[in-house]
Nanobody
């Protein structure tokens, strides 16, 4: 089991940047694939980004590719999501996720979820 706690959300203006952090505790962090998903009001949860256990491979949703960067520091048991050039449509609750398998864009592939952190981008 792994426990995940997100932080770094907040209210920003369009064009601003924000960095989310996710601190993990429990089993060995470096054995997990880590991901970020988001859910806007009235919409389904959607994939944002994922990173392999060693940080060597990443995946991004088309909507954030080139603006967001996922990274990890295994020595700190932490994964990050750097979000640049934020848009109002990025407004959502952002969730940190983990699995012991492979990089996936599917929410059902991730058994471990944090509580989420709110990101609001004003126009």
């Amino acid at each position: 089991q792994v426990q995940l706690v997100e932080s770094g959300g907040g209210l920003v203006q369009a064009g601003d940047s924000l960095r989310l952090s996710c601190a993990a505790s429990g089993r060995t962090f470096s054995s997990y694939v880590m991901g970020w998903f988001r859910q806007a009001p009235g919409k389904e949860r959607e994939f944002v980004a994922a990173i392999s256990w060693d940080g060597g491979s990443t995946r991004y949703a088309d909507s954030v590719n080139g603006r967001f960067t996922i990274s990890r520091e295994n020595a700190k048991d932490t994964v990050y999501l750097q979000m640049n050039s934020l848009k109002p449509e990025d407004t959502a609750v952002y969730y940190c996720t983990a699995n012991t398998g492979f990089l996936s864009r599917l929410a059902r592939s991730y058994p471990y979820w944090g509580q989420g952190t709110q990101v609001t981008v004003s126009s």
